[in-house]
């Protein structure tokens, strides 16, 4: 079996996720199966997983497996129908908080007029239509906060948080469908008087306990159960770390053999023009430093590869396996030529973050503009909230500064980026680093121009300098918009570039990707039989009370 390593799989997803959304549709178009191991809880999984192209059998979460949820026919819980445990007088609707508060008429013990007390908070999903329970939050009988049970979105509690008469969560406790604890979390106040998770229990189904200190050996127990789940003499399974702050030390400790890649999705250090002396990016500095563990390294550019044999010199091969892929159906569509596009507009799929630097890209905008009147600029991507959005507010902050209120509009995270693309003219790219940047090789495949900076890894492979789009210097938003300028008064080279744009996509079509993925695989089949007769498999015979096999 191949598995794909990732955290979750949320509705605003990464380009992580991306890439392994379209990895998949691959590996089903060949018929070759894989299950996208997840560590994080998550209550509305598999309401995301519905909106994406994954199946639930196609994934396997740490939770649903040990909860035994990874299959349930949903249903619908309302408010008024939660059982609190005792009986409830009256209802108060509170719709500006997507929530209902539950009540208990007490009798005044001195004979006065009844006094109300709070039972419940019970809150529902904002989106449900008819209303579906998110959460309740139960009180005690002196108003303080015990408990909050928390609900999956097919209709059952998943996790209940236990809380302490200080009013912090004393633990976390993850139960089956019939309410029997199986994850524990322990909060913990540690020398210096912060709380903070001090440890994880499993409740096994035979009845035994086991103690982890940390969330990433519960998970190395969970990889550990997938792979001798799925083992066989004569086949690898083969684990992609997409996340390698998930597994980094976990596959390496694996307690039977399997073929495992390290899969490199950003730049390999902090600087990506510089990446034979810069600081190692934090993300991946464990895992290199263990390179030789595992059994490949895969980038998504030849350059990187490059840059990773140069620098490092791993024992173990390389593979250059781009992370998008176009499908066949889309060479067979229609291109659409410039003329019939929006005039003179540009767009950025991104997250609206520091490192995407989109503040250049207004800025160009504001110098393009004077010599292009009609110029347009759309960001589509959500927010990242650090440092309080700061690279948003910096976005807002150019365009008032040059008054671009009607040229630069400012969208929420989208799904719809293939008919954005089909309208737009121009792609542009200002990060300071990439790993891959899918967005701009959809964009591409669409028949837009390409202008990126010169940065590693990506953009400076997926745009040909002059042939499908240009390629600045890194930080030069006064060369952006001279070449936005030029390109908008020249339609002819703009229709030109359009043309190599779709040309040049061929690079990604499944043939190519496929043939990449199928080097990586061959050599899982050379190297299986050699990690199998090393192989010593943990005693087991001889260690019951009886002298039994275990």
Request: aromatic content about 12%.
């Amino acid at each position: 079996m191949i598995f794909f390593i990732n955290a979750n799989m949320q509705k605003n997803k990464s380009g992580i996720e991306h890439a392994e959304l379209k990895r998949a549709d691959l590996f089903r178009h060949h018929q070759t199966a894989f299950k996208v191991l997840l560590r994080d809880w998550s209550p509305t999984l598999h309401q995301d997983l519905a909106d994406s192209s994954l199946s639930d059998d196609e994934v396997i979460n740490l939770f649903d497996y040990f909860q035994g949820t990874e299959k349930v026919n949903g249903q619908v819980v309302s408010p008024r129908s939660v059982d609190l445990g005792c009986s409830v007088d009256f209802y108060e609707d509170d719709p500006a908080n997507n929530r209902l508060l539950a009540f208990q008429k007490v009798p005044d013990i001195q004979g006065g007029a009844a006094k109300q007390k709070l039972l419940a908070r019970i809150n529902y999903f904002a989106d449900s239509k008819p209303r579906r329970v998110r959460s309740t939050e139960l009180f005690d009988a002196f108003g303080n906060l015990y408990a909050v049970d928390f609900y999956d979105t097919r209709g059952f509690v998943s996790m209940t948080q236990w809380y302490s008469p200080d009013n912090k969560i004393a633990n976390e406790a993850w139960q089956t469908l019939d309410g029997r604890p199986v994850i524990e979390a322990f909060h913990k106040f540690n020398a210096i008087g912060e709380q903070s998770l001090s440890s994880w229990r499993l409740c096994d189904p035979d009845g035994s306990i086991r103690i982890f200190d940390n969330l990433d050996q519960l998970y190395k127990h969970f990889l550990d159960l997938i792979n001798a789940a799925y083992f066989s003499p004569k086949e690898a399974n083969i684990f992609i770390l997409d996340r390698s702050d998930l597994g980094d030390w976990a596959l390496t400790e694996l307690k039977q053999p399997a073929y495992t890649a390290l899969h490199l999705h950003n730049s390999q250090t902090v600087n990506p023009n510089d990446e034979q002396h810069a600081l190692l990016n934090n993300h991946y500095e464990y895992s290199l430093w263990q390179a030789n563990s595992y059994d490949a390294i895969i980038s998504a550019t030849a350059k990187q590869s490059h840059d990773i044999q140069a620098r490092f010199k791993p024992q173990v091969p390389c593979f250059t396996i781009p992370v998008g892929v176009i499908p066949d159906a889309h060479f067979q569509s229609q291109t659409i030529k410039m003329a019939q596009r929006q005039p003179h507009s540009v767009i950025a799929l991104a997250r609206i973050a520091p490192e995407k630097q989109l503040d250049q890209l207004v800025k160009a905008i504001a110098i393009a503009q004077k010599q292009v009147p009609d110029i347009t600029l759309d960001l589509y991507g959500y927010r990242d909230a650090s440092n309080n959005y700061e690279a948003y507010r910096e976005i807002v902050a150019v365009i008032k500064e040059n008054q671009l209120e009607k040229q630069v509009y400012v969208h929420e995270y989208t799904t719809q980026g293939n008919q954005i693309e089909q309208q737009a003219q121009v792609f542009a790219v200002t990060s300071a680093m990439e790993g891959f940047n899918l967005s701009l090789m959809e964009g591409l495949a669409q028949g837009d121009v390409g202008l990126t900076y010169d940065v590693n890894y990506g953009p400076n492979e997926l745009v040909v300098d002059g042939k499908n789009g240009c390629i600045l210097p890194y930080g030069d938003y006064q060369a952006l918009a001279e070449k936005l300028v030029w390109l908008f008064q020249n339609p002819d080279q703009l229709q030109r570039m359009s043309d190599q744009a779709y040309r040049l996509s061929q690079r990604y079509s499944e043939k190519q990707v496929w043939q990449a993925w199928s080097a990586l695989f061959d050599d899982a089949k050379r190297s299986w039989p050699a990690k199998l007769a090393v192989y010593r498999p943990a005693v087991t015979d001889g260690l019951g009370e009886q002298g039994e096999k275990i």
